[in-house]
């Protein structure tokens, strides 16, 4: 009987390229790819884990909400004004000013105006927690660890000047990993993609198609570029948009209520006043 070959078969060669560890990002991506079109996962746990890959190279500029666009809450405001702006905004903490959006005093979280409405003393001031700041450059993976470290879950962008360039959230962080994350406010599956609020205005999925839309508010639409109001309102502005843009289209404003660096997810629809016209 002769002595078995020392040359590796055929199945322990193939079995050595598939195992070996890839060399670089890209040969990685390649892999989970190739796994996914064998259905070894789905396309959810794809863009996870593309996500998740991807964080160490956005910056935290890429993905801030700009200055402009930063939902701030006055220290000199009256209680009753800073709760309507608090339940009309629909976020869980505010960065609080005093005389310009430069002076961060600190953040106020939604739930402890609770207090003065239980008839607990209560002095903005005295309820603000720290502010965090942190440089436009800094990589998002590093920002991930340091808000699980810190428990902070905002923080407060400055540019190389010291002035403040915008802000960010832990949940902004997270969606650029597993994409938009429901809150409180995001849409129950089951009360459609249209929702009307008692300001006359709607909650509209991004992802609504354009025909439903024209069906619910008789608009005539056409969706020969896009598909989707989401669609339509990125090619308005040639680009996707970022959270609270505003954008105007035949008799509607289309406002963004949520966003992230990959896709538009809730918008905030409501008609135009009809221009005031003079005269017969």
Do not use: C, W
């Not at 429901?182 to 709607?202: C, L, T, V």
Request: aromatic content about 8%; charged content about 30%; proline content about 3%.
């Amino acid at each position: 009987m002769e002595p078995s070959s020392s040359r590796p078969t055929l199945l322990e060669r193939l079995s050595a390229l598939l195992t070996r560890g890839p060399e670089d990002r890209g040969e990685l991506l390649d892999l989970l790819h190739a796994a996914y079109e064998r259905n070894i996962f789905d396309a959810d746990a794809l863009t996870m884990i593309e996500g998740a890959l991807g964080v160490s190279d956005i910056q935290v500029r890429d993905v801030m909400v700009p200055r402009a666009q930063m939902d701030v809450v006055h220290v000199d405001d009256s209680i009753d004004k800073i709760t309507a702006f608090a339940i009309d905004a629909a976020h869980s903490r505010f960065p609080v000013i005093g005389e310009n959006k430069d002076d961060v005093l600190g953040v106020l979280l939604a739930k402890d105006l609770l207090r003065y409405y239980a008839g607990k003393d209560f002095d903005l001031r005295d309820m603000l927690r720290p502010a965090v700041f942190i440089p436009e450059s800094k990589r998002l993976n590093v920002l991930l660890r340091e808000f699980r470290v810190s428990r902070n879950h905002m923080a407060i962008v400055v540019d190389e000047y010291g002035g403040v360039a915008g802000l960010i959230t832990i949940e902004d962080v997270l969606e650029q990993i597993v994409g938009d994350i429901e809150d409180e406010y995001d849409f129950d599956e089951e009360a459609g993609n249209i929702i009307a609020d008692q300001a006359g205005r709607y909650r509209v999925k991004a992802t609504t198609e354009i025909e439903a839309f024209n069906e619910a508010f008789a608009t005539a639409f056409v969706d020969d570029d896009y598909d989707t109001v989401g669609g339509l309102v990125i090619h308005l502005l040639g680009r996707l948009p970022k959270r609270n843009e505003v954008v105007e289209y035949e008799g509607f404003r289309f406002q963004v209520l949520r966003a992230d660096s990959r896709r538009v997810y809730t918008l905030l629809v409501e008609r135009m006043a009809a221009p005031h016209t003079v005269g017969g």
